[in-house]
Each structure stands twice: as structure tokens, then as C-alpha cells.
């Protein structure tokens, strides 16, 4: 047996003997995620349980070196872990921004204090963490963005708003982008900078989405100090850690269309619309259309498979994480209308206990969502001309 | 397995590439196609293909081959794809030569596979009959005769069976159309009495022809496999089939894509590039996407195939389907995108697209794979 398929063996025992049964069954609802942080509550015992063995394996981030709390695996072995927990049906023990945004831009941006401070809370789900970005005069141009960081000795002094943070009303940190130098050309006068939303003159105000939920934030900057220390990068230059923290992001959003519900579409669907004596849906084309969907819902999942298995042969290009993201998404804005057909009018049912307080209408409404945040599916389509095609004045 | 091709099989590429860009480019079908050529592909240049061990790509080493598997034979096809090479490769390399060492016996493979492999032996499948794929409802007729077998009735799309020199037949034994039993594959001597081939010379400038069996005997040795157990055989060299003309496909589309691009960089109207128009840079973008997920999805269900053959079925349900939707999309945007000149025939984008419409239609198209994919998963 080769080493590998020692470790999957030894990984598929592993996860058996240590991932409760209820942390196997498909998520069904916001609770059901775990994000770490200060104020962090289990709403479960076995999510503890399972959130607490991963941690100690430094499995809640398999591939970090095992001296910033992970599990120091090569790719091989993450993939294997990813698949095993798959298979078995295994939740993510921990889900956080530190983990698929700020972690990934440390690690190849950070000083070896900044790793040292952060990287370990992050993996132990110590420091809930929210991403500073758009504001209200910078969404997909965002290089010009205004908050303004001004030099006071070793501090600086931040000033403005950010909008669509999420969370940002749960979170212990954030990592932002500020404007360290206001006449030079707009993408060389950021910096990338870190600091803790206790500070003095952080607030935020939730806001109400069409789901009727509010996961992002406006969040207000006034005269918050700041060391000069928490600058990720080199100061002006923050727009390369940006870009790519935001590469990572659209790998993790892209991600969202490869995750199945749980059931299988056509099962649900046939709950609702029934099947004809052959065991075929009633609705013909609504059937057409889940199996054009899961084909290209299996296509997404041979695609991130081959983007991750490129990356590691050094054939992968930087900007396909754009191609992903586009795609990622616009499919599982499909996957939420095919269940809003599927399930008629026990869908449209916003508060009733047997709808779970509509969970799925909201959950639909909240996939509009994903082909404009990390970038609208216009601005990846656009990088993807430019970057991969290198197509004239794009 | 990594999701990527190994380093042996980006050399085979590359030599198929270097071969039939050099010997095969799409001014050679169009040679052929212009010249009304009675074979419609060059045997010459099939002898070359013999030489260099792509004949007999998955005909076993003690048979003369090499013995390799799916995903190199996909390797092949894409290059074919790009040039839109006419070759009995698909016909009698892949779907032949894989019915023949999967199903055979050991007399019917070293009769057979030695001339596969060497380029000597041309082999075409005979499997549709009606206007769609349908291999199932499969209704030729076969009545016991003495020691052997009468097969009556008419195939219809056999590749290349205008040259061939073995026709496998399915046929129905028993049961009844629809059915997977009762399905029994034939080796037949296309000189055999009251055989008739007329050859269809397609859209694409690629062969097929029209064979009609009038009661024509063969005898017990000519069963491939087993009488009324030819359905899960024929369905297995099917999927290896699927999964070829996928590649070609990806091919098709690639070329295509890469010929569309190049022309969005070097067209001026308005007094610029029409490639800096974001109205085409985002279709553009779009296409790239679908092909790049679909050459994916191809490789998967390759892979798959050589690895897990039993298992294959959905993996080249999505791979054909995807194929099929993304070489049509990248086809149409081609012709679109070279306006006026796309629609000439002195321009190749024409042939992409006439040859995409065949590969589509080959082994079950889009939808055929869409619904047997809903099948497998019970909806």
C-alpha cells in the first residue's frame, strides 16, 4: 500500500470514529455553521465535540504548517482529507473569513509575528474575522476607494465606511483597505491593515436584505487608531495583498455552487411535483432542467478538482479562480430556482414553523447575492478577458 | 489521480499534435471533400497513423498494440478534433478495436485485433437505426438458422462502414425493443450475401453509410460475447465511444475558440479592435469558461473509464452532454464572431461547425445524456 493510501485509510478511520453522527447530516440551517470568535456559542454539543477534535489534529485548516495550528499536510493529503470528509458527509467543523481569506494573504504577506499572532487564533476559532473592502462609492471599482488612514507617529488614524461587510456585526477583527496615500494613482496608494473592532470609533448598523436578514454591515470608521505594525505587506502596496486575498475569496464563493443541499435536486423535486408510473418527474421539463443543472453541477466539481490538481503541476492561471467564481455562482443561483419551481407553493411560505420560517425562500433571495459579491459576474468576466484572453484595451 | 494529464500522455499529444497539424491540417479534408474522394480520408496517411502505434492504441500488447487506455485514446481524438483529421481512428482504434479485446474470444481477437493494430483491418460499429441514438430499441431482426444465424434489417449512421472491412452488428435475439437483454453483437463480413452499403457522405465531409441486411447468414462463431447478453458489452464499448468523441469535441471547440480569439484581436470596425468591445469579451469569457469546465469533465470520465470502468456510465452521461452543448456554443460564437467571412466556405470556422453538429448527434446527443443521466439517478 503506498503511503497515500495508507493515509486515506488511516484518515477514513479516523473521521469515522471521530465525527458524531449529527455533525454527518447536511446542514439545514444558519445555527448549523460554526464561526469561531470571542462571543462564540456551540448550538450543539456534538458541534463542539466535533469542532474541538478537528482543532486539536489542526484539521480545521489541514494544509497550514503545524506551527500555526494546522495539520501541516502536503496537497495530496488535504485533498484526501476533503474527500474522506466529504464522503462521509462531514461538516466543516469551523467556517471563517480567517481561515479562506486572511490566512491564505498572511501566509505569503505576513511578517513572522503577524503569523505568529494571528494564524494560530484563527485555526483555534479564537478571532471571528470580517473583511473591509467595498464602500458605498466603491463596489466593482474598488481601488477607489476613500477611508483614510493618516500617519500619527508609529499609528495611523482611520476615517470613513466600509459597506457589505459581513457580519461585520459578529466579528473580533478586520482586515481593510485604506488609503495611506491620496495622491498617488489610485491602486498605489493602498494599504492592507488589521485591527480589532473593539477599538475606539468602530461601529456598525446591520442591513436589511430581501431575505429579511441582515448578514452584512455598514461599518463606520471615526478617528479608530491603529499601530503601524498591523499592515500586511508593504505600506501603498496593499493592493497586491488584495487582489490576492480576493482570488481566495472567489474560490471560496465559487465553492458554494459545487455544494449540494444535501438531497439530491431530482429526489426533492419529485417529493413535490410526483413521478408518472415510470418513476419519471411530472413536470418533463422541469426534470430537463435538474439534469442539465446536475451535469453542470458535476462539471463545476471536475473543474475545481482539475484547478486545484493545475495549480499544484504549476500549469494553473492566477486568474481562474475569476472563471470559477462566475461560474460557481450563476450555477447555484440555477440550483435555487430549480428548488423554488420544485417546490410551488409550499415554497413562498416566509414564516410558518412547517417552512422553518421560510428558510428556502430566503436561502433563494440570498443566492441573488453571490454573482455580485467578491465581485459581480460582469467584473469576472471581464478579468477572464483581459488576465486569461488577453483581449485588447479590456 | 490527479485530474491532469501525466507526462507520457502530453508527449503522446504532442506527437499526435506534430503528425496530422502537419500531415492533416483542415485543408485536407477540404482537398478531399472538393475531390469527391470515393475513401474519404487517406489511407496513406492511415498507414502512418499504424506506424506510429496509434492504430492499435487499445488493441493489447500481444496483438501488436500498445495497449494504452482511454484517456490516450482521447488524446488522439482531441488533436483530430482540432484538425478535423477524417480518419477510421473512432470507427476501428477505439470502438472497434475496445469491442473486440473486451467481448471477443481468443480465436475472434487474434483473427482480428493483429490487423487492427497493424492499419490492415478497417472495423465499423452498426448500431442505429432509427433518426436518433437509440441503441436499446434496437429492433434487427435475427432468426436461427441451422448452426447459425439470419439478420434482417437496416443500420443506418455506421462510421465509416462504406471501408470497412468487419462490420460488428447489434442486433435482437430476443426480447423486445427497449430492453438490455435479448441484445446480441454479430462479426460480419460486409462481403457477406445480401449486405448492401451505400455510402452517405455527410454534412461534415466524414463517412458513414446506410447498410441494409437482407437475410444474410453468418454463422455461430460470429456472435461477439454472448447470445442475448450483447447490451451491457455494447453499452460499455459505447461509453468508451462517448468519451472519444467527447474529446474530439474539446478539440472542435478549442480550435474553434483559440481561431475566434485571434480573429477579436485583429478585426478593426470603429477604429478598434472589435475584441475591446466588452460585449464580445464577455461572450468570450463565457466560452472559454464552458470549455475549459468541459475539457474537465472529458478527462474525468476518461480517467474514470480506464479506472473504474463498471462505474463510468454518469461520468460520460456529463462529459458527452457537456461536449455536446459547449463545441455547439463554441461553433455558433465562431460564426458570429467572424461575421460575414464566418459563413463563407473559403473560411475553415464552416467545417468546425458542420462537424460539431455530427459529433453531437453521435452515441446520443445533449439530451439523450441528460436523460439518461436523470435515469441513473432515479428521476
Given at each position: 500500500?503506498?503511503?497515500?493510501?495508507?493515509?486515506?485509510?488511516?484518515?477514513?478511520?479516523?473521521?469515522?470514529?471521530?465525527?458524531?453522527?449529527?455533525?454527518?447530516?447536511?446542514?439545514?440551517?444558519?445555527?448549523?455553521?460554526?464561526?469561531?470568535?470571542?462571543?462564540?456559542?456551540?448550538?450543539?454539543?456534538?458541534?463542539?465535540?466535533?469542532?474541538?477534535?478537528?482543532?486539536?489534529?489542526?484539521?480545521?485548516?489541514?494544509?497550514?504548517?503545524?506551527?500555526?495550528?494546522?495539520?501541516?499536510?502536503?496537497?495530496?493529503?488535504?485533498?484526501?482529507?476533503?474527500?474522506?470528509?466529504?464522503?462521509?458527509?462531514?461538516?466543516?467543523?469551523?467556517?471563517?473569513?480567517?481561515?479562506?481569506?486572511?490566512?491564505?494573504?498572511?501566509?505569503?504577506?505576513?511578517?513572522?509575528?503577524?503569523?505568529?499572532?494571528?494564524?494560530?487564533?484563527?485555526?483555534?476559532?479564537?478571532?471571528?474575522?470580517?473583511?473591509?473592502?467595498?464602500?458605498?462609492?466603491?463596489?466593482?471599482?474598488?481601488?477607489?476607494?476613500?477611508?483614510?488612514?493618516?500617519?500619527?507617529?508609529?499609528?495611523?488614524?482611520?476615517?470613513?465606511?466600509?459597506?457589505?461587510?459581513?457580519?461585520?456585526?459578529?466579528?473580533?477583527?478586520?482586515?481593510?483597505?485604506?488609503?495611506?496615500?491620496?495622491?498617488?494613482?489610485?491602486?498605489?496608494?493602498?494599504?492592507?491593515?488589521?485591527?480589532?473592532?473593539?477599538?475606539?470609533?468602530?461601529?456598525?448598523?446591520?442591513?436589511?436584505?430581501?431575505?429579511?436578514?441582515?448578514?452584512?454591515?455598514?461599518?463606520?470608521?471615526?478617528?479608530?487608531?491603529?499601530?503601524?505594525?498591523?499592515?500586511?505587506?508593504?505600506?501603498?502596496?496593499?493592493?497586491?495583498?488584495?487582489?490576492?486575498?480576493?482570488?481566495?475569496?472567489?474560490?471560496?464563493?465559487?465553492?458554494?455552487?459545487?455544494?449540494?443541499?444535501?438531497?439530491?435536486?431530482g429526489?426533492?423535486?419529485?417529493?413535490?411535483?410526483?413521478?408518472?408510473?415510470?418513476?419519471?418527474?411530472?413536470?418533463?421539463?422541469?426534470r430537463g432542467q435538474i439534469a442539465a443543472f446536475e451535469i453542470?453541477?458535476?462539471?463545476?466539481?471536475?473543474?475545481?478538482?482539475?484547478?486545484?490538481?493545475?495549480?499544484?503541476?504549476?500549469?494553473?492561471?492566477?486568474?481562474?479562480?475569476?472563471?470559477?467564481?462566475?461560474?460557481?455562482?450563476?450555477?447555484?443561483?440555477?440550483?435555487?430556482?430549480?428548488?423554488?419551481?420544485?417546490?410551488?407553493?409550499?415554497?413562498?411560505?416566509?414564516?410558518?414553523?412547517?417552512?422553518?420560517?421560510?428558510?428556502?425562500?430566503?436561502?433563494?433571495?440570498?443566492?441573488?447575492?453571490?454573482?455580485?459579491?467578491?465581485?459581480?459576474?460582469?467584473?469576472?468576466?471581464?478579468?477572464?478577458?483581459?488576465?486569461?484572453?488577453?483581449?485588447?484595451?479590456? | 489521480?490527479?485530474?491532469?494529464?501525466?507526462?507520457?500522455?502530453?508527449?503522446?499529444?504532442?506527437?499526435?499534435?506534430?503528425?496530422?497539424?502537419?500531415?492533416?491540417?483542415?485543408?485536407?479534408?477540404?482537398?478531399?471533400?472538393?475531390?469527391?474522394?470515393?475513401?474519404?480520408?487517406?489511407?496513406?496517411?492511415?498507414?502512418?497513423?499504424?506506424?506510429?502505434?496509434?492504430?492499435?492504441?487499445?488493441?493489447?500488447?500481444?496483438?501488436?498494440?500498445?495497449?494504452?487506455?482511454?484517456?490516450?485514446?482521447?488524446?488522439?481524438?482531441?488533436?483530430?478534433?482540432?484538425?478535423?483529421?477524417?480518419?477510421?481512428?473512432?470507427?476501428?482504434?477505439?470502438?472497434?478495436?475496445?469491442?473486440?479485446?473486451?467481448?471477443?474470444?481468443?480465436?475472434?481477437?487474434?483473427?482480428?485485433?493483429?490487423?487492427?493494430?497493424?492499419?490492415?483491418?478497417?472495423?465499423?460499429?452498426?448500431?442505429?437505426?432509427?433518426?436518433?441514438?437509440?441503441?436499446?430499441?434496437?429492433?434487427?431482426?435475427?432468426?436461427?438458422?441451422?448452426?447459425?444465424?439470419?439478420?434482417?434489417?437496416?443500420?443506418?449512421?455506421?462510421?465509416?462502414?462504406?471501408?470497412?472491412?468487419?462490420?460488428?452488428?447489434?442486433?435482437?435475439?430476443?426480447?423486445?425493443?427497449?430492453?438490455?437483454?435479448?441484445?446480441?453483437?454479430?462479426?460480419?463480413?460486409?462481403?457477406?450475401?445480401?449486405?448492401?452499403?451505400?455510402?452517405?457522405?455527410?454534412?461534415?465531409?466524414?463517412?458513414?453509410?446506410?447498410?441494409?441486411?437482407?437475410?444474410?447468414?453468418?454463422?455461430?462463431?460470429?456472435?461477439?460475447?454472448?447470445?442475448?447478453?450483447?447490451?451491457?458489452?455494447?453499452?460499455?464499448?459505447?461509453?468508451?465511444?462517448?468519451?472519444?468523441?467527447?474529446?474530439?469535441?474539446?478539440?472542435?471547440?478549442?480550435?474553434?475558440?483559440?481561431?475566434?480569439?485571434?480573429?477579436?484581436?485583429?478585426?478593426?470596425?470603429?477604429?478598434?479592435?472589435?475584441?475591446?468591445?466588452?460585449?464580445?469579451?464577455?461572450?468570450?469569457?463565457?466560452?472559454?469558461?464552458?470549455?475549459?469546465?468541459?475539457?474537465?469533465?472529458?478527462?474525468?470520465?476518461?480517467?474514470?473509464?480506464?479506472?473504474?470502468?463498471?462505474?463510468?456510465?454518469?461520468?460520460?452521461?456529463?462529459?458527452?452532454a457537456?461536449?455536446?452543448?459547449?463545441?455547439?456554443?463554441?461553433?455558433?460564437?465562431?460564426?458570429?464572431?467572424?461575421?460575414?467571412?464566418?459563413?463563407?466556405?473559403?473560411?475553415?470556422?464552416?467545417?468546425?461547425?458542420?462537424?460539431?453538429?455530427?459529433?453531437?448527434?453521435?452515441?446520443?446527443?445533449?439530451n439523450?445524456h441528460a436523460d439518461q443521466l436523470a435515469?441513473?439517478k432515479?428521476y
Amino acid at each position: 500500500m503506498s503511503d497515500l493510501e495508507q493515509f486515506r485509510r488511516e484518515t477514513r478511520l479516523w473521521l469515522e470514529a471521530n465525527c458524531p453522527p449529527e455533525m454527518r447530516r447536511p446542514m439545514t440551517s444558519e445555527e448549523d455553521t460554526f464561526w469561531g470568535g470571542r462571543n462564540t456559542t456551540f448550538s450543539s454539543e456534538p458541534q463542539r465535540v466535533w469542532f474541538e477534535r478537528m482543532r486539536d489534529k489542526g484539521w480545521t485548516v489541514p494544509h497550514w504548517p503545524k506551527e500555526f495550528g494546522g495539520g501541516g499536510l502536503d496537497p495530496e493529503q488535504t485533498k484526501i482529507v476533503r474527500q474522506e470528509m466529504a464522503a462521509l458527509g462531514a461538516r466543516q467543523p469551523l467556517t471563517s473569513f480567517g481561515i479562506s481569506m486572511l490566512g491564505p494573504a498572511l501566509l505569503k504577506y505576513g511578517t513572522d509575528a503577524q503569523k505568529k499572532e494571528h494564524l494560530p487564533r484563527i485555526a483555534a476559532g479564537l478571532i471571528r474575522w470580517c473583511q473591509g473592502y467595498s464602500e458605498p462609492n466603491a463596489g466593482s471599482d474598488l481601488a477607489s476607494l476613500q477611508t483614510r488612514a493618516e500617519s500619527d507617529g508609529d499609528d495611523f488614524i482611520i476615517n470613513g465606511q466600509k459597506i457589505w461587510t459581513s457580519y461585520a456585526n459578529y466579528a473580533d477583527w478586520i482586515f481593510c483597505l485604506v488609503r495611506t496615500d491620496p495622491a498617488a494613482k489610485k491602486h498605489d496608494g493602498i494599504s492592507f491593515i488589521l485591527f480589532d473592532m473593539a477599538s475606539n470609533g468602530v461601529s456598525t448598523k446591520p442591513i436589511l436584505l430581501i431575505s429579511g436578514r441582515s448578514p452584512f454591515c455598514e461599518t463606520f470608521f471615526d478617528d479608530v487608531r491603529v499601530p503601524k505594525a498591523n499592515v500586511v505587506g508593504t505600506i501603498n502596496r496593499g493592493w497586491d495583498v488584495a487582489k490576492y486575498l480576493l482570488q481566495h475569496e472567489r474560490a471560496m464563493i465559487s465553492g458554494m455552487g459545487e455544494r449540494g443541499v444535501g438531497r439530491p435536486l431530482g429526489q426533492i423535486a419529485a417529493d413535490s411535483v410526483g413521478t408518472d408510473e415510470h418513476g419519471r418527474l411530472e413536470d418533463p421539463i422541469l426534470r430537463g432542467q435538474i439534469a442539465a443543472f446536475e451535469i453542470d453541477e458535476a462539471a463545476l466539481a471536475c473543474a475545481a478538482e482539475r484547478a486545484v490538481d493545475l495549480a499544484k503541476a504549476g500549469e494553473g492561471h492566477p486568474a481562474f479562480s475569476s472563471a470559477m467564481k462566475y461560474y460557481g455562482t450563476e450555477l447555484n443561483k440555477r440550483r435555487y430556482e430549480i428548488l423554488m419551481s420544485a417546490g410551488g407553493i409550499d415554497a413562498l411560505e416566509w414564516e410558518s414553523e412547517r417552512s422553518k420560517g421560510g428558510a428556502r425562500p430566503r436561502a433563494w433571495l440570498r443566492t441573488k447575492a453571490n454573482s455580485i459579491e467578491g465581485g459581480t459576474s460582469e467584473v469576472m468576466l471581464g478579468i477572464v478577458a483581459k488576465r486569461i484572453l488577453d483581449l485588447p484595451g479590456a | 489521480m490527479a485530474l491532469v494529464l501525466t507526462e507520457e500522455q502530453s508527449m503522446l499529444r504532442d506527437s499526435a499534435r506534430g503528425l496530422i497539424s502537419d500531415k492533416a491540417p483542415v485543408s485536407h479534408l477540404r482537398q478531399l471533400r472538393d475531390a469527391k474522394d470515393a475513401t474519404g480520408f487517406s489511407r496513406e496517411l492511415w498507414k502512418t497513423f499504424a506506424e506510429m502505434g496509434f492504430s492499435g492504441l487499445l488493441v493489447p500488447e500481444e496483438f501488436g498494440g500498445s495497449d494504452l487506455g482511454c484517456v490516450e485514446a482521447g488524446v488522439v481524438m482531441e488533436e483530430i478534433g482540432r484538425n478535423l483529421m477524417p480518419s477510421p481512428f473512432l470507427s476501428t482504434s477505439v470502438l472497434a478495436a475496445s469491442a473486440l479485446s473486451r467481448g471477443g474470444s481468443a480465436a475472434q481477437k487474434s483473427e482480428h485485433l493483429p490487423g487492427i493494430a497493424d492499419g490492415s483491418l478497417l472495423a465499423s460499429l452498426a448500431i442505429d437505426e432509427g433518426t436518433k441514438h437509440r441503441p436499446l430499441m434496437t429492433r434487427m431482426q435475427v432468426v436461427r438458422s441451422g448452426n447459425g444465424f439470419r439478420l434482417a434489417g437496416d443500420k443506418a449512421f455506421v462510421i465509416d462502414g462504406h471501408t470497412a472491412g468487419l462490420l460488428i452488428v447489434a442486433a435482437r435475439t430476443a426480447g423486445a425493443a427497449g430492453e438490455r437483454d435479448g441484445l446480441t453483437l454479430f462479426l460480419v463480413d460486409p462481403k457477406a450475401k445480401g449486405i448492401d452499403v451505400e455510402r452517405t457522405a455527410m454534412v461534415d465531409s466524414h463517412n458513414a453509410a446506410r447498410i441494409k441486411f437482407d437475410n444474410v447468414e453468418v454463422n455461430a462463431d460470429s456472435v461477439l460475447g454472448d447470445v442475448d447478453q450483447g447490451g451491457v458489452l455494447l453499452e460499455g464499448v459505447l461509453n468508451i465511444g462517448r468519451g472519444a468523441v467527447a474529446s474530439e469535441m474539446v478539440g472542435v471547440a478549442e480550435e474553434v475558440f483559440g481561431r475566434t480569439v485571434n480573429y477579436l484581436r485583429e478585426r478593426r470596425q470603429f477604429g478598434k479592435a472589435i475584441g475591446e468591445f466588452q460585449a464580445l469579451q464577455h461572450r468570450a469569457a463565457q466560452l472559454y469558461i464552458e470549455i475549459e469546465i468541459t475539457r474537465a469533465t472529458v478527462l474525468k470520465a476518461l480517467q474514470t473509464l480506464d479506472a473504474n470502468f463498471e462505474h463510468a456510465a454518469a461520468a460520460v452521461a456529463v462529459a458527452k452532454a457537456r461536449a455536446g452543448s459547449t463545441a455547439t456554443l463554441a461553433v455558433q460564437e465562431g460564426v458570429q464572431m467572424h461575421g460575414g467571412m464566418g459563413m463563407t466556405d473559403q473560411f475553415d470556422i464552416g467545417f468546425f461547425m458542420k462537424r460539431a453538429r455530427v459529433c453531437q448527434e453521435m452515441f446520443g446527443d445533449s439530451n439523450f445524456h441528460a436523460d439518461q443521466l436523470a435515469r441513473m439517478k432515479g428521476y
